[in-house]
């Protein structure tokens, strides 16, 4: 059974920095392309930043590039989102997700209906 869970949200003021996790299980992390998503309030779910399955290849919202880094640690199936100079704009529920059998080691991906497993969330809510 595919588990993704996130952790790490929390409530921070404006300009602070958070770091978000995702912890694998059930599948063989290191071949997986993942990538992390938002859903604010009343809108859609949307990409907030990708990264390829061996790590080499990352690409970011607009928004976020700059403050946001993603990361993967394939040893310990575990990816993260370091978020930094937090804007009330990010707030957001968090979620990663998971996309089995990528075309190529390198790619990436940006639409959710490109991914195949998803965690439950975590809540970022950056105050004023």
């Known amino acids: 059974q595919v588990r993704l869970v996130e952790s790490g949200g929390g409530l921070v003021r404006a300009g602070g920095s958070l770091r978000v996790s995702c912890a694998a299980s059930?599948?063989?992390?290191?071949?997986?392309?993942m990538g992390w998503f938002r859903q604010g309030p009343g809108k859609e779910r949307a990409f907030v930043a990708a990264?390829?399955?061996?790590?080499?290849?990352?690409l970011y919202r607009d928004s976020v590039k700059g403050r946001f880094t993603i990361s993967r640690d394939n040893t310990n199936n575990t990816m993260f989102l370091q978020m930094n100079s937090l804007k009330p704009e990010d707030t957001a529920v968090y979620y990663c997700?998971?996309?089995?059998?990528?075309?190529?080691?390198?790619?990436?991906?940006?639409?959710?209906?490109?991914?195949?497993?998803w965690g439950q969330g975590t809540q970022v809510t950056v105050s004023s």
């Open positions: 059930g599948r063989p992390f290191s071949s997986d392309a």
């Open positions: 990264i390829s399955r061996s790590g080499g290849r990352t």
């Open positions: 997700a998971a996309k089995s059998n990528p075309y190529s080691s390198e790619s990436y991906y940006i639409q959710t209906i490109d991914y195949d497993y």
